[in-house]
Antibody, heavy 120, light 107 residues
């Protein structure tokens, strides 16, 4: 059974930093691209960032480009999101999501999410 | 950026009736279009991928269709568990983008 377990969320002041983690199990982690998708309270889904399975090519939404860094450790089956220069508008539930291919595809599995609140 | 526009924002339907949800892309897509469902307090889950292929375990009352810039999710006979929010998403070009969602509510 595929499991994705996010952690690392919390309350951060504007301008602060935080690193999210997503521990994966139940599939060959290195064979699949992974994304972070966020959902602000009461709002829709917003894709944040993506990383391919084994050559680690990355993509970012314009809203986070230059502030967030996605990475993965295939030896630990773990996905990360380093978030710097946080803003109030980054407040959201952050999901990690597995894609169906090494470089793309739709999202076929989602974690339960970890909540980031950016507030002074 | 490909903008995905879903309509209507809210759809009021009686149980047993048919629901038709629309998703329009600002540029022509290949078939790289997915639909997800989301209940309050839960993560999204995959319904349809490739515009028309049902995900594993999804009942036949759900069907996806469309091409180019116009896509449709049809629920042939709404069951009580189907009253939730539905999102379309394109995975054809970067950045990946979602529609704003359609909430299906009980009439």
């Amino acid at each position: 059974e595929v499991q994705l377990l996010e952690s690392g969320g919390g309350l951060v002041r504007p301008g602060g930093s935080l690193r999210l983690s997503c521990a994966a199990s139940g599939f060959t982690f290195s064979s699949y691209a992974m994304s972070w998708v966020r959902q602000a309270p009461g709002k829709g889904l917003e894709w944040v960032s993506d990383i391919s399975g084994n050559d680690f090519s990355t993509h970012y939404a314009d809203s986070v480009n230059g502030r967030f860094t996605i990475s993965r450790d295939n030896s630990k089956d773990t996905l990360y999101l380093q978030m710097n220069s946080l803003r109030a508008e980054d407040t959201a539930l952050y999901y990690c999501a597995k894609r169906t291919g090494n470089y793309g595809g739709n999202f076929d599995q989602w974690g339960q999410g970890t909540l980031l609140t950016v507030s002074s | 950026e490909i903008v995905m526009t879903q309509s209507p924002a809210t759809l009021s339907v009686s149980p047993g009736e048919r629901a038709t949800l629309s998703c329009r892309a600002s540029q022509s897509l290949s078939s790289n279009l997915a639909w997800y469902r989301q209940k309050p307090g839960q993560p999204p889950s995959l319904l349809i991928y490739g515009a028309s292929t049902r995900a594993t375990g999804i009942p036949a009352r759900f069907s996806g269709s469309g091409s180019g810039t116009e896509f449709t999710l049809t629920i042939s006979s709404l069951q009580s568990e189907d009253f939730e929010v539905y999102y379309c998403q394109q995975y054809d070009k970067w950045p990946l983008t979602f529609g704003g969602g359609t909430k299906v509510e009980i009439k």
